[in-house]
């Protein structure tokens, strides 16, 4: 993570967004622009999270550590999200992880200036306790889709996140077949064996370690956009 000194791109994503519209009074003195490299954390769960976040530019995926010791992907994040809105409210251990999939940048607002100024701000705390109930209603629907939905959906939906319709062509895993497996919720032999069914099916087709996607529009219309 580094502090970005570009003022104008700091307004430029306050402005894009209506950030300043979530506050009674305007907060851009309190704000600071921040970058992370893909791969990179934007905070470990467990671990201390210092500012409330808004994402403006970007992706990350979201992941839960289990009581077996695995961990269980939640969601992916893109903007307009907010990272450490639970943490606001009750304290500054992160609740998850989250980890950027591409460069990605975000406005941060320090929890002492947060807690102080937006703690009794009326609007901002009605936009939190909305922004919240939204966040519970696309958990309950990626609890859903962990239990309801086949493999072959959900790992066409963890692909389709990493990828840019502009320029999809190849596609490689960062992570290794065992850690995709248990954040989808299956065993590497089962996640095997869907990968090898994408093949066949002209979906996607293996390249050594990458694979090239053949078919960009079957791939979204077997991810269904499940996990929000």
Not at 12 to 40: G, H, P, R
Not at 72 to 81: A, M, N
């Amino acid at each position: 993570m580094k502090k970005t000194e570009n003022i104008k791109l700091l307004e430029n994503f306050i402005i894009q967004y209506k950030i300043n519209e979530l506050f009674t009074e305007d907060m851009t003195e309190y704000m600071s622009l921040y970058m992370w490299n893909k791969n990179e954390y934007i905070c470990k769960e467990g671990g201390e999270l210092n500012n409330i976040f808004f994402l403006v530019r970007g992706k990350a995926k979201v992941s839960k550590n289990l009581a077996n010791g695995k961990s269980l992907l939640i969601s992916f994040y893109k903007p307009f999200r907010i990272i450490g809105d639970i943490e606001f409210v009750r304290d500054n251990i992160a609740d998850c992880s989250v980890q950027t999939i591409k460069d990605t940048y975000a406005i941060g607002i320090h929890f002492d200036v947060a807690r102080a100024k937006l703690s009794k701000d009326s609007k901002f705390l009605l936009f939190i306790c909305k922004y919240l109930s939204e966040k519970l209603s696309d958990s309950s629907n990626n609890n859903s889709i962990t239990i309801l939905c086949s493999l072959e959906s959900r790992l066409a939906s963890y692909i389709y996140a990493f990828v840019n319709e502009e320029n999809y062509e190849e596609f490689a895993f960062e992570e290794s077949y065992s850690e995709i497996a248990e954040l989808l919720g299956t065993s590497y032999r089962h996640l095997n064996r869907t990968l090898n069914k994408l093949c066949v099916d002209n979906v996607l087709q293996k390249d050594g370690k990458k694979y090239i996607i053949k078919d960009i529009k079957r791939l979204k219309c077997l991810s269904g956009d499940l996990y929000r």
